[in-house]
C-alpha cells in the first residue's frame, strides 16, 4: 500500500494530532480542477504533489460535468430543502423536493442504464449527489429506492422486470424499497420462503413505508433468493429512531405469495448489494461531516470570548484542524470504494466514514457549546445522524471483526 501524507496536517504532529488512514485504505486524491480556487482536495493550498506519489490511474478527477452536477443540486437544495418539515411529514420526506431533483437534475435516472430510461452514468455521480444530500441531512429515496432497491434489481439482472420496474425508479414516481434485515441488523435475513410463499419480518426497510415496489431478500435454511411482492398483500409499520431524518419501516409476511427474481447466485447479489450500500453511505457521511466542520468553523469566527473569536484560540484551531483531516482522509477512502466498488473498500470506507462522522459531529457538538444540543440547532441533527448511519447496514464493529478474521 502506498502511504499518503496530507502537507501540513499529519507531518510533524504528534500525539492525538496525528491522524493516519486505516491501513487499507489505498491512499486516494480527489481532485477539483475548479481554477478559481486552485484548491486541490487533500491539500493544503499550494502543496506540491511529489509529497504524494500516486499513479495517475489512483486519482479520481472531477469533470467539468461532474462540478456542475454538484452545483446545479446545491442549488436546488439551497433555494428549496427544507429538513424540518420533511421530517414531520406523512412520507418522512419532501414530495415536492423529490419531484424537483428528479425533473429538473434527474438525481434518481443517473445510475441505471439508458435502456431502462436511466441516464446511465457512472457511481462517482451518484457519489457526488449523495454527498451533497448528506451536506443538508435532506430526507429523500435516494438512498433507499434509487441505491439499495434499483442496484439490487439490476444485480439481479432479470430484463422484463428491469424493464417494467426501472422506469418508475428512474422518473421518480415509484419508489422502490429492499426488505432484507431482520430484528438483529442486516447480517440476518428476516425473511423466510417456502416456494412462492414468504413468512416473518423484514426490519429496518429504507422507504418501506411509501414503496409502492418492494423486492424482498428471503431465506430457506442456507438458500437465498429474491422475490417482488405486492405491497397490498403485506402490514407496514413506521418506526422511528433517533435519527429524526431518516425513516425506517417494519414490513411484515404472514404467507404472502410473491413472485420469484431469477438469478444464478442470490448471495453474490446480496453481498454486491451490501458493497454498493456502503459506498454510497459514505459519500453521505462525508457530506454531512463536511458540513459540521463548516458549521463549526463559521461559529467560531462569531461567537467572541474574552474580547475575540474563540475560533483564534490555538486549541481550538488544533481540534479544527483534526476535523479537518478527518473530513479528508474519510472522502478519500469514500472515494476509493466508489472508485472500485471492492467489497474490502467499501467496508473500509464504511468503517472509516462512519467513525470519522461520528468523531467530527462530536467536536461540533463541544465547539458549539450548550447551543448545539437545543431543538432549535442543527448540530444535533448532525450528531443523531451520525450515530444513527454508523449502524446501517451493519456497525463498524462487525466489519472490523471480519477485517481480523481475514488478518
Known sequence: MRRCHLPGLTEGLAGARRHRLHRRIRS??????????GHRLGYTNGASSTHCRIAASDI?????????????VRALLAKHANVRRAMVSDSGYDADLWRRLCDQIGIAALAIPEEFDGIGAGAVESHVVLEELGKLLVPTPMLGSVVLAAQALLAIGDTDTNSRLLPGIADGTSIAALCWAGASGWDEIGVSFDGDTLTGAAHYVLDGSAADVLIVVAHHGNDVAFFEIDPATVTRREVRTMDPTRRFAVVEFDAVTGRRLPTEDAAAVLNRVRTIACAALAAEQVGAADRCLAMTVEYTKSRVQFGRPIGSFQALKHRMADMFALVETARSASYAATNSLAADDAAVAKVYCSEAFSQVAAESIQLHGGIAITWEHDAQLYFKRAHGSAQLFGSPETYIRRFAQLA
Do not use: F, G, M, P
Not at 486516494?28 to 480556487?37: A, E, I, L, N
Open 60 to 72: 479520481v478527477i472531477l469533470s467539468a460535468e461532474q462540478r456542475d452536477l454538484a452545483s446545479s
Open 28 to 37: 486516494v486524491v480527489v481532485v477539483d480542477q475548479d481554477s478559481r480556487s
